[in-house]
């Protein structure tokens, strides 16, 4: 069973364009991240947030976590080909081990 | 944040062969994730490796098929027995560097089973 759904799954949009990606889940976790994968590579960590409304802004990136801290989006303002890549979300409850939603590969076109 | 190097970074492998791969850490660390991640698929946890004692699996995975070794604070290696296309996969590690810093992944070992 997978805890962390996200949509969409496929994201194929123009450079410019604006673009969400959400993060859901039934569970609740103290702290959920979100990463950036290219190929070829590992993921890495875009932010983490930990507060429930909490919102965090990385540049042309805007980041949300719920109220009920079981949910997330990813807003991507103005996006441009270097945004493209494999978007996952992952959740932690506490210490324990991180558990990836579902991805989200975006590709931005010239 | 942590520094992880992996290696092999790929490899082909004959089905029915064992693989193993290592992963070395640049600080001392508790705990080593190992993960798969299929074809142009999310990554799944196969088990959390602890210094000292026995690898915590998850579910729909066994010692004997990824057995895993983690000697020391800096080091673990996971092994891919018995190989079957269906293995074919990126396998990755990962340490936690810290609430600021998140996960850091090593850069993946992509399997391919002929």
């Known amino acids: 069973t997978q805890l962390l759904e996200q949509s969409p799954q496929f994201l194929s949009i123009q450079e410019g364009e604006n673009l969400t990606v959400y993060c859901n889940s039934s569970?609740?976790?103290?702290?959920l991240q979100w990463y950036r994968q290219e190929p070829g590579e590992g993921p890495v960590l875009l932010v983490t947030v930990v507060t429930g409304g909490e919102v965090k802004k990385l540049k042309r990136l805007t980041f949300q976590f719920g109220d009920a801290r079981k949910d997330s989006s990813l807003h991507i303002t103005a996006a441009q080909p270097g945004d493209t890549g494999l978007y996952l979300c992952?959740?932690?409850?506490?210490?324990?081990?991180?558990?990836f939603g579902t991805g989200t590969r975006l590709q931005v076109f010239p | 944040s942590a520094v992880i190097s992996q290696k092999p970074s790929r490899d082909i492998c004959q089905r029915g062969t064992s693989l193993t791969i290592q992963c070395q850490v640049d600080s001392q660390v508790t705990m080593m994730f190992w993960y798969r991640q299929q074809p142009g698929q999310s990554l799944t946890l196969i088990a959390t490796a602890n210094q000292g004692s026995e690898a915590t699996y998850e579910s729909g995975f066994v010692i004997d098929k990824f057995p895993i070794s983690r000697p020391n604070l800096t080091f673990s290696t996971l092994t891919v027995s018995n190989m079957s296309p269906e293995d074919s996969s990126i396998y990755l590690c990962?340490?936690?560097?810290?609430?600021?810093?998140?996960?850091?992944f090593g850069s993946g070992t992509r399997l391919t089973v002929v």
């Open positions: 569970s609740v976790f103290s702290s």
């Open positions: 990962s340490v936690e560097s810290g609430r600021s810093y998140g996960y850091t």
């Open positions: 992952a959740g932690a409850r506490g210490t324990d081990k991180l558990i």
